[in-house]
């Protein structure tokens, strides 16, 4: 495939259960950021990794969430013990270069739609 | 860190005209401005960006204008047409030292009606 892929498409969880959304980026892609992107917002930035290092984690909301990516492509985002208010669409973009998002543009996955219940 | 204001939120216009979208941005030493178009239930697309050494580009019926002084920049959309009928985000990138992110405005619903 030549896109971002992201799985599930949807998740429904009941509060306080974990989840994790998997997220397989174009293949050879530097960068991966996840960003949550509520109803009628714009995305709003999450994490990012240049390779497998986790260079940047100061948008995950609290320490519920946890995202990695041992080898440098595919990386998982989870999130512990849910709560309503992490419901949204959480999206995995990646690019070719280093840098983060300032050097190339970013390449968006379709999402998954979580619902807390 | 950085904060992008995006106006107008919704936005409607009549097949054919033009439609303008202004975004004003807070970090003087952002330097990368992409504009992301999302269809409903549809993944966000890059359909233009410029970089702080240029003033303007465009790209067929699309523009976008960039002021480093006023710190905003705007996207223009000529002849526009119902499957220009989406939601437009714009971004900056922060450029501080460990900031790697890409900021979003909220979004403007383009409706083109035919």
């Known amino acids: 495939g030549a896109g971002v892929s992201q799985s599930p498409r949807y998740k429904v969880a009941k509060r306080g259960q974990d989840v994790a959304l998997r997220c397989d980026p174009i293949s050879g892609h530097v960068s991966l950021f996840w960003y949550q992107q509520a109803l009628g917002q714009g995305p709003e930035f999450l994490t990012y990794?240049?390779?497998?290092?986790?260079?940047?984690k100061s948008g995950l909301p609290s320490d519920r969430f946890f995202a990695e990516r041992p080898e440098g492509s595919v990386s998982t985002l989870k999130i512990q013990r849910t709560q309503q208010e992490d419901s949204a669409v959480y999206l995995c973009?990646?690019?070719?270069?280093?840098?983060?998002?300032?050097?190339?543009?970013?390449?968006f996955g379709n999402g998954t739609r979580l619902t807390v219940t | 860190g950085e904060n992008v204001e995006q106006h107008p939120s919704t936005l409607s216009v009549q097949e054919g005209d033009s439609a303008v979208i202004k975004c004003t941005y807070s970090d003087s030493a952002s330097n990368y401005f992409p504009w992301y178009k999302q269809e409903l239930g549809k993944r966000p697309q890059l359909i233009i960006d410029?970089?702080?050494?240029?003033g303007e580009k465009k790209d067929q019926r699309i523009a976008v204008t960039l002021n480093k002084t006023a710190k905003h920049f705007s996207l223009h959309i000529t002849e526009t047409q119902p499957e220009d009928s989406a939601v437009y985000f714009c971004?900056?990138?922060?450029?501080?030292?460990?900031?790697?992110?890409?900021?979003f405005g909220k979004g403007t619903k383009l409706s083109v009606i035919p």
């Open positions: 410029i970089r702080s050494n240029v």
């Open positions: 971004a900056a990138s922060s450029t501080g030292a460990g900031s790697y992110q890409l900021t």
């Open positions: 973009a990646s690019s070719p270069t280093g840098g983060g998002g300032r050097n190339s543009p970013l390449h």
């Open positions: 990794f240049q390779n497998e290092a986790q260079l940047d």
